[in-house]
């Protein structure tokens, strides 16, 4: 008999109907002698419907309130999760965020889980009853209600996972495991029994949205088996792994491509290169609170070089205008800005022991006439940035080219 933390995500409690197949599964789970605890979503919906009844009164809600106004989504499924495995007679019991102790820090719509109190589920579990948690919020030192941000459910599973040392995590969701890309993009799209947890860090970071990022990153911190299945399918999905298995010829150089639409370049042109260019360039835009994704700094003639960076779109207009700021300060030459470009990575812990895979990727953009724009590489990925409007076609032939495509007669 082993612990097993089940999450199930929005599309997964949809319905009253889906929320009894779910009590269905973790009972039927519990019959083959697990102990469960659950981690659930609001139903689909609803936390985008609660945050639009707040943006009808102001666009600049406090961000604590906001808190204690999405976390009522996830309140509502575990009481009718519970209600619905108690119908069928498996004893559960139902806990939000603060009621078991789920300590974050204080940043409110985005907080960081501190610290989990395990000894009330300890205690339900050893009198044989299935835990309900509410995914996504937790409580601060103060006791004010906090939330994980947005996909915050998987974070929670995993964090119970390792406060519970739990055999292994299960996110189930509306896709049956983790596809060597996108399906809707690419039609030949194979779901992968297992991926490195290396892999799927940059398949989060990349693009792939199956899972939260912060949830893998717990994964790997605290060492949790994680496992993404279909909550409508049966099958035993991908298994998220430590191992990087054998390192025989076999492996394949590229696992997987994710790839981002919402990305836009800024390029300062003609500035001094001096020590601390950079640092002046990028400091401001970090201030101002602007993630940056790439950043490149081209070698420098005449004294004076350029620095080019990516930023998430909807934060272009504002990176832009900090960087004029600066441009003006420097004296640099011009500001460019466009934002209708996107990224494409091919990642695979295999890229380590292969030989030409960047040279095979660049020649797939040449025969297709894709004009890269931006490089960008670590130990198990290459990043490029091209136009926009060529990412579909690049996904779908690089997937070709690195034999990703699902053989015939498999799908
Ligand atoms: N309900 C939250 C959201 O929609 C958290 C989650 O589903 O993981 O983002
Ligand atoms: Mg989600």
Known sequence: MSLIVQKFGGTSVG???????????????????????????????????????????????????????????????????????????????????????????????????????????????????????????????????????????????????????????????????????????????????????????????????????????????????????????????????FDEGDKSMERPAVSGIAFTRDEAKLTILGVPDVPGVASKVLGPISEGNVEVDVIVQNVAEDGSTDITFTVHRNEAEKAEQILRKTAKEMNAREVIADAHIAKVSIIGVGMRSHAGIAAKMFQTFADNNINIQLITTSEIKISVVIEEKYIELAVRTLHSAFDLDVDDGQK
């Open 15 to 241: 319905t009253v109907e889906r929320i009894q197949a779910v009590a269905d599964k973790v009972a039927s789970f519990r019959e083959q002698g697990h102990d469960v605890v659950v981690a659930v979503s609001a139903m689909s919906g609803e936390t985008n419907r609660l945050i639009d009844l707040a943006q009808r009164i102001t666009s600049q809600p406090s961000a604590r309130e906001m808190d204690v106004l999405v976390s009522t989504g996830e309140q509502v499924t575990i009481a009718l999760l519970c209600i619905a495995l108690e119908n069928k007679g498996v004893p559960a019991r139902s806990y939000t965020g603060s009621q078991v102790k789920i300590l974050t820090d204080s940043a409110h719509t985005k907080a960081r889980i501190k610290h989990i109190d395990n000894s009330a589920i300890q205690a339900d579990l050893a009198a044989d009853k299935v835990v309900v948690v509410a995914g996504f919020q937790g409580v601060n030192e103060e006791g004010d209600i906090t939330t994980l941000g947005r996909g915050g459910s998987d974070t929670t599973a995993v964090a119970l996972a390792a406060a519970l040392n739990a055999a292994e995590c299960q996110i189930y969701t509306d896709v049956d495991g983790v596809y060597t890309t996108d399906p809707r993009v690419v039609e030949g799209a194979r779901r992968l029994d297992k991926i490195t947890f290396e892999e799927m860090l940059e398949m989060a970071s990349l693009g792939s949205k199956v899972l939260q990022i912060r949830a893998v990153e717990f994964a790997g911190k605290y060492s949790v088996p994680l496992r993404v299945l279909s909550s409508f399918a049966e099958g035993s999905g991908t298994l998220i792994t």
